[in-house]
């Protein structure tokens, strides 16, 4: 499989490697603003923030923090609702994060919604992470203060999830019509068999 195209940005807030853990979590944020404005302020040692990745609405990846170490993107925890945040131990050291451009309620473009299911997709590839609702989790998942993080609409992530996996809804509508039709001609070929023995 291709690697897609990312422009390094770099950031100097990030801890080398990850004191021993590996990602198991990848953590969609929204940036609350530009990606532009998101470069500069991940390249600001002041900020203290990073994030491994963040992608332009219009689908342009750019990365900030290698895979391999801890990005400063979730380390706060607050009522968290995912299941797989780990006890006592800070989230960074287990999840990548990306951002993406825009508010909180605005509509994504197809165009950002594509760059991120397929860096999700080549992430978990990568680290052997399943592509599911329980390992692509909010920030909001993980932070209760940040309810909107990455969206309004928390539908988002579960499309993100399914285009990850290669899966559009009108995929998933074809396939169901599919397997209907399958088991309409199987009912059909029971019920010709059924006449014949009697």
Known sequence: MNTIQKIWKGSPNFWTGRKGYKPELVVIHI??????????????????????????KSG?????????????????????SSKLIKTNVNPNLYTIGIEHEGKP?????????QA??????????RWQIPIDRNHIIGHYEIYSKKPNCPSHDKKIINELV?????????????????????????????????????
């Open 105 to 113: 309620e605005d509509k994504w473009t197809d165009a950002m919604k």
């Open 31 to 56: 940036m609350d603003g530009t990606l532009f404005g998101t470069d500069a302020w991940f390249a600001n040692p002041a900020s203290q923030v990073s994030a491994h990745y963040g992608i332009g």
């Open 116 to 125: 991120s299911a397929l860096l999700i997709r080549e992430i978990c590839q």
């Open 162 to 198: 399914a285009l990850a996996n290669g899966q559009t809804s009108n995929q998933q509508s074809t396939i169901s019509s599919v397997v209907e039709e399958g088991i309409k001609k199987i009912e059909e070929g029971l019920a010709i068999i059924k006449q014949t023995l009697k």
């Open 60 to 80: 342009e990846i750019h990365q900030y923090v290698k895979e391999e170490d801890a990005a400063w993107h979730a380390g706060r925890v607050d009522a968290p």
